[in-house]
């Protein structure tokens, strides 16, 4: 029986080494391998956690073998009468007291964390409106698709996430249709998009981290939300503070749809009023649409969230939406010939936002309100409403 | 004399035996082999789902399946496989241990086990009526009120039923261990097995009725047009979140409290040595159950719910280490300086000890809130709570299902077999679970149908598929054991492990259906072993031998139930195309059997209730020559 113990413990031992050199998994989506500082913060509270936890593994493990071994029948022999011990005091003291120890160890980081982490005041002015001097970002996540809007700078885009680096990102999170959560492991935790009301928080990404993944991250939904929730895959491209103002300028130059240049995408243009327009906008405007807005499509990383970005990818994507997101609100909505499908998609991949085409100036007289500084209509006033209960 | 006759008897009889019954030792059989039923099932689901992610972009399930075989093997695992399951043991022993003839409410008992028999058939009729439900056992407001068709409303009337059922069972033990006690049978002498049963089922008084509400603001919902979780109509799907890990949270300690019970009693009778610190048994016992309603919304850390929630749940779950801690080390001290005998339930107990100190200590890690950010809905969540439940629960079913199959058929399941399959069983276990710790803290989320090849998931998941095949091999091995001992049919005599300890040991086996010829006297904590050491070995009577009172069989039970049964088709497709019904049924064509189903079947199961409550039913005395002539021949057999 010793044998079995002994190899038990060395094919697990085997098996932990093996785990720990095939690494900490990939930094673009690994919480092992934080990008930034609240995911760090998260990280080393693991790590602490873990410490503590395989102490106490230890202790018991050793414990425990050592009782078994030495306390076999097969070594005692079958007349030994093993003498019956009610309790022992001071042991039973030392079983409890030394966990409680442990435990306030661990519960005093968690606590501070958890008040650190949770403080979004920052994101919102004292009249309760976004504050423009942070980043802050609307998530509405839908089945099974992200929209970001950028309220101060009155920009939408969808499936690509674009943030700074090295500064807090806020999130205002809301689910549209079911509850989904908003989850970017290499940054940090999750938060879940409640559809009763909107959840703050705040991730950082760090400018070397970015440099690190080619500047991008993957996101994911975190909840269950239906049969295509496994694909609900977003990305995140952390840009340096001055790209990241520049590339919303570019989308705030959008200001009417980019025309097609070719004949194909010309007729998809006509044809795409015709049957998408309803839910899918070209200008990076409209929070809350039926579709993802579609301005910058050409530039995106992925087709439907997970494929590669390419046209025939597209084009399947148009042709059989249920095949390759079974559940999706697109499927049926829509009568196309496989020719103007090909034509749509024509269309699409000429939705560029030209780099550098925005004014810098003209970005942050929008996050200013046009230079008085008071009052801004453009937002919703109703996020900003919800934002304090969701706190 | 008894037995010749049960031999005689036809196949109809046995059945209409069994559906009669009101003795807890048969209604325990019930419960073995539904649970064993379900717990296979829920199992071929599991391998299910290894299949489909041994490989990625696999298309072995499609994504809507996948959701509903995850959300049947969660909701079967935990209702209709371990929970009954545990029943079954509650049922076979308590009684037994505590020195009574049967429970306090012999006709509640069958009526539990009918409503959990009829909801759990209900349930998984779903797989041949238009889909299973599909929004994960949690199943979660929002989604499961979008769900289209009648997945959800499977899952909401087959868990009322069978929750009813259980909460009935918890309800009877309650009753049960505290009036039924024999003379001498203190508090503080019952078994541990006995006190995690009375705690695990105060735990069901009081954590079923949230349950039971949440499941009802669903199906009318679903089913009668209110609007609770309907957001747009001002409902709150947060609410149906909390109801349901209010009683989802303290679950987790009524499937887990029995458990440490069966294996409090294993080490004490296999290490040949008394409990130790069986008062800190017993406080911790208690203390696990009060902290378990504390504790809800660490499930819920990332809804939003603020920091100062999240910081007291936060505090007050990594306080329950401290009472399964003493728990943990009381039984290394028990063993230690004992005298080991490697049975397979000892070996399941043995190791239960390390792996379920690994769950444990994972679930210590979830308490630090901002660290769960990044496990919540992960793998390592997966991870984690099959740990619990597979490295606690289960391994406590199978010792349990070895340890107490005496008592149950008096024959005993074969070694050799039982020790394959515990070692095929326990390196799958953790070939399965372990590395599922390290796909979640590499970001994988836990319910997807499929991952993206180049995210570095693939190698883990197909470990984790190989340990699943290798717990399959071992359950197909205890099947075959189960079927082997069955046919060979080898009758074992009183106290076949030789080492019992506790009353029900020393009952004549196969026991009598009146359990107790003349109820026990206890005189100390494990009175069968206080008599093997200082008296004759035999339990001394505490009355002198006269007629005794037993209840009557009854099929009311079933036929309860199966009006509830019935009825709840009714309700199901009561909305079907009806305008103020939801999105997700009121597109299907309207039945208009639908209601006058809801009544036949409501009314049957109130004629039964009026049946039992108007028409007498006083039992019968069994006849002290009957016990005398029992008595007799079991001293002729035993010389």
Known sequence: MKNHWMKARWIGLITVLMVFLSGCGKNHLSTLRPAGEVGQEQFNLMILSIIIMLFVVAVVTILFTLAVVRNRRSKRGEDFQPKDVASNHTLEVIWTAVPIVLLIILAVPTVYLVFKQADTSASVTEDGEVNPEETVINVRAYQYWWEFEYPAEGVVTSQDLVVPTDTRVYFNLLGADVKHSFWIPAAGGKMDTNIDGINSFYLIFDEDAAEETDRLFYGKCAELCGPSHALMDFKVTALAEEDYDQWLADMQAIEEPVQASSEDAQAGQEIFADSCMGCHATTSTGAGAMGPNLTNFADRELIAGYLEHNEENLQEWIRDPETLKPGNKMTGTYDLTDEEIELVSAYLMELSVEEGSGDLEALEESRHGGGDGESEDEESPEDDEDEEEGN | ?639
């Open chain 2, 1 to 639: 004399m008894a037995q010749t006759s049960a031999q005689k008897k036809g196949v109809g009889s046995v059945i209409w035996e069994y559906l009669t019954t009101v003795d807890h030792k048969k209604i325990a059989i019930l419960y073995l082999i539904a649970g064993g039923f379900f717990f296979v099932l829920g199992g071929i689901e599991a391998m299910l789902i290894r299949i489909q992610l041994a490989v990625p972009n696999n298309d072995f399930l499609s994504a809507g399946l996948f959701n509903e075989v995850i959300t049947m093997h969660g909701t079967t695992m935990i209702f209709l496989a371990a929970m009954p399951l545990l029943f079954a043991f509650m049922n076979a022993t308590v009684p037994l241990q505590i020195g009574a003839r049967d429970v306090a409410f012999p006709f509640l008992n069958s009526l539990g086990v009918w409503l959990f028999i009829f909801g759990g058939i209900f349930l998984n009729l779903s797989w041949f009526m238009g889909g299973a439900p599909d929004a994960g056992w949690t199943s979660y407001a929002s989604l499961s009120i979008a769900s289209p068709g009648h997945g959800i409303d499977f899952y909401a009337l087959g868990l009322q039923i069978s929750g009813a059922g259980t909460l009935i069972s918890g309800i009877n033990f309650v009753t049960t261990i505290i009036t039924m006690r024999a003379p001498g049978m203190t508090y503080m002498r019952m078994p541990l097995m006995t006190w995690t049963t009375l705690v695990a089922s105060v735990l069901i008084v009081f954590a079923f009725p949230p349950l039971t509400i949440g499941i009802f603001l669903l199906m009318f919902d679903r089913m009668f047009g209110s609007n609770f979780f309907l957001v747009e109509a001002g409902g709150n799907t947060i609410i149906w979140e909390h109801l349901f890990w209010i009683f989802g949270h303290p679950e987790v300690y009524i499937l887990i409290l029995p458990a440490f019970g069966i294996f409090s009693e294993i080490f004490a009778t296999f290490a040949r040595k008394r409990l130790f610190g069986y008062s800190a048994m017993v406080f911790a016992t208690v203390l696990i159950g009060f902290y378990g309603f504390m504790v809800w919304a660490h499930h819920m850390f990332t809804v939003g719910l603020g920091p100062v929630a999240n910081a007291i749940f936060a505090v007050a779950t990594m306080a329950i280490a401290v009472p399964t801690g003493i728990k943990i080390f009381n039984w290394i001290a028990t063993i230690w300086g004992g005298s080991i005998e490697f049975t397979t339930p000892m070996l399941y107990a043995l190791a239960f000890i390390p792996s379920f100190t690994m769950g444990g200590v994972t679930g210590i890690m979830q308490a630090a809130a901002p660290a769960d950010y990044q496990y919540h809905d992960s793998y390592f969540i997966v991870a984690h709570f099959h740990y619990v439940i597979v490295g606690g629960v289960v391994f406590a079913l199978l010792a349990g299902l070895h340890y107490y199959w005496p008592l149950m058929f008096a024959t005993m399941l074969n070694e050799k077999l039982g020790k394959i399959t515990f070692w095929l069983f326990f390196f799958g276990f953790h070939l399965t679970f372990l590395i599922q710790h390290f796909l979640g803290l590499w970001g994988m989320p836990r319910r997807v149908f499929t991952y993206l090849d180049g995210q570095g998931y693939n190698a883990a998941n197909m470990i984790s598929t190989a340990g699943a095949f290798l717990m399959a091999v071992a359950v197909i091995v205890l099947v075959v054991n189960i079927i082997m001992t069955i046919a060979k049919n080898e009758r074992v005599g009183m106290d076949p492990w030789g080492d019992g300890r506790t009353l029900e040991w020393s009952l004549p086996l196969p026991v009598p259906y009146y359990n107790f010829a003349q109820i026990p006297l206890i005189r100390g904590l494990d009175p069968y072993w206080v008599e093997k050491k200082e008296g004759n070995g035999k339990m001394l009577p505490s009355e002198s031998l006269t007629d005794f009172h037993m209840p009557n069989n009854s099929i009311l039970p079933v036929v309860m139930s199966l009006g509830l049964f019935i009825a709840a088709f009714g309700a199901m497709f009561f909305p079907d195309g009806k305008d103020w019904a939801i999105d997700a049924v009121s597109g299907l064509d309207p039945k208009p059997w639908a209601l006058p189903v809801l009544i036949i079947g409501l009314g049957t199961t109130f004629v039964a209730m009026g049946i039992r409550s108007w028409k007498d039913d006083l039992g019968y005395y069994v006849k002290k020559e009957e016990v005398e002539k029992d008595l007799e021949e079991l001293e002729r057999g035993g010389k």
